[in-house]
């Protein structure tokens, strides 16, 4: 039933019939295949990454965070990682591979809750939806809406209530900025508090017990590392055999490998999806392989879940660009948004007007203007 849906989505038919092309890319490149060679190949894949079982094991301990649900669409300025846009009229940065699989002019809830509920890899899917904010520009009632229907099918997936309250309430609780300031001041080589601390040890002590007791003391400005989490695990589950860490490098090169020629056709057939500028983009320095990108997400269980998606669509130019998740979290908002940028353009013209001043030599002046002109 996953591949079935899959095909639809691809071809555009169905229930898709009425999506606009982009998220229909979106989607897709958001969506694992069901085919069977590729994903024998991802077992196959995934048998040799040794981290990557302890990852997606139950012992893996997680507090599972009912998302919320908001109808008030928020300017880019307000938007962070914490947001994601599940509706369907996407403006730049906005596309998810959260967005509704329907057209509103046609919205069936029982069609979109089968395509929801026949999806093989819907714990994961879900799964990364944990204290976030999900943002719908709908206007059906609660029974009938793809943001509620996400909603209700993680309680009952990781067994969690139904979200109440106001939104406010909500953002306190989850707090995504609580070490964002230490990270970007470690970053620069500064301490957190911008201060020297305190003598840890006395003095008068002979060298090996200073040495012994300066291993055995806290920082006192001990904080999160600014580390990566896959840096961590990377460093943690490395066998500590050479020989052993280069035989498994090679055969999980020699997987990938057989992954990409496995996901040559229908990358192809997203290739006729994308936008003809993305296109000619994607095809300047040799072929990309979107559909590898997006096996190889899956099978990591990566942060930046779409960068896929951004690779089909092509990153917005204007404006705030989308966040890349697994990054730190942006703390300075954008001064202002494009439109009103463009709106100021104007008055920032006449501005830098003001400042040209004639050189004093009309050959020099005339032949200024003339260059740019013929140009």
Not at 106 to 126: C, N
Not at 250 to 273: F, G, R, Y
């Amino acid at each position: 039933m996953h591949e079935d849906s899959r095909a639809h989505l691809l071809h555009g038919t169905g229930l898709f019939s009425d999506l606009p092309r982009p998220n229909i890319t979106a989607i897709l490149a958001s969506y694992p295949s069901g085919n069977r060679a590729i994903v024998e190949a991802r077992d196959h894949l995934l048998d040799k990454m040794i981290g990557q079982k302890f990852l997606n094991s139950s012992s893996t301990s997680c507090t599972w965070v009912t998302p919320f649900i908001s109808h008030d669409l928020l300017p880019a300025v307000e938007r962070t990682p914490q947001y994601i846009f599940v509706g369907l009229s996407c403006e730049a940065g906005t596309f998810s591979s959260y967005l509704c699989p329907m057209g509103y002019n046609f919205f069936d809830f029982p069609s979109v809750s089968r395509f929801l509920h026949r999806r093989a890899d819907l714990h994961d899917f879900l799964s990364r939806l944990c204290g976030k904010i999900l943002v719908c520009d709908c206007n059906f009632a609660s029974d009938g809406c793809w943001a509620h229907l996400l909603q209700s099918c993680f309680c009952e997936t990781f067994g969690t209530l139904p979200g109440v309250g106001n939104l406010s309430d909500f953002r306190e609780k989850i707090d995504i900025k609580s070490n964002a300031h230490n990270l970007d001041v470690l970053a620069g080589g500064l301490q957190p508090t911008r201060r020297r601390p305190a003598q840890l040890l006395p003095n008068g002590m002979l060298p090996d017990e200073h040495l012994r007791l300066a291993l055995l003391q806290d920082h006192p400005f001990i904080s999160s590392s600014s580390c990566s989490c896959a840096v961590h695990f990377g460093l943690a589950w490395s066998p500590d055999d050479p020989d052993v860490q280069n035989r498994r490098r090679n055969e999980i090169t020699a997987l990938v490998n057989v992954l990409e020629k496995l996901t040559h056709s229908e990358n192809d057939q997203i290739m006729k999806l994308i936008d003809k500028n993305v296109y000619k983009v994607l095809h300047a320095y040799g072929s990309k392989n979107i559909v590898m990108m997006r096996e190889l997400s899956y099978v990591c269980q990566t942060s930046d879940n779409e960068a896929a998606i951004w690779m089909a669509l092509g990153l917005p130019m204007r404006g705030w660009s989308p966040f890349a998740n697994g990054l730190m979290t942006r703390i300075k908002p954008p001064v202002e948004t494009y439109h009103d940028w463009c709106t100021d353009r104007l008055i920032r013209n006449d501005k830098v007007l003001l400042t040209i001043r004639s050189s004093g030599d009309d050959a020099l002046d005339t032949a200024a203007f003339c260059k740019p002109r013929m140009k």
